[in-house]
Nanobody, 123 residues
Framework: QVQLVESGGGLVQAGGSLRLSCAAS????????MGWFRQAPGKEREFVAA????????DYTNSVKGRFTISRDNAKNTVYLQMNSLNPEDTAVYYC????????????????WGQGTQVTVSS
């Protein structure tokens, strides 16, 4: 049974930082593209970042480029999202996702989703 378990969310002031972690089990982690989506209240689920299996190529939505960094540790079956210079617009539930292939920015690409972790940025 595949499980993606996120941690690291919380409440932070604008300008602050958080690091999200996602521990994966039940799959061959190195064979999967990993990513993060987020969903704010009343809004659609939004692609945030992804990291490719193999060469570790990354992709980011424009609003987080230069502020967020996605990384992975295949030895620990874990993907991370370092979030710096947070602002209130980053407030959302953040979901870890996994897929063997497909279009990185489409939610339908991802076979597995975590339960989500809340990130709240106060102004």
């Amino acid at each position: 049974q595949v499980q993606l378990v996120e941690s690291g969310g919380g409440l932070v002031q604008a300008g602050g930082s958080l690091r999200l972690s996602c521990a994966a089990s039940g799959l061959t982690f190195s064979n999967y593209n990993m990513g993060w989506f987020r969903q704010a209240p009343g809004k659609e689920r939004e692609f945030v970042a992804a990291i490719i299996r193999g060469d570790g190529t990354t992709d980011y939505t424009n609003s987080v480029k230069g502020r967020f960094t996605i990384s992975r540790d295949n030895a620990k079956n874990t993907v991370y999202l370092q979030m710096n210079s947070l602002n209130p617009e980053d407030t959302a539930v953040y979901y870890c996702v996994a897929a063997k292939g497909g279009v990185l920015r489409k939610p339908g690409t991802y076979e597995y989703w975590g339960q989500g972790t809340q990130v709240t940025v106060s102004s």
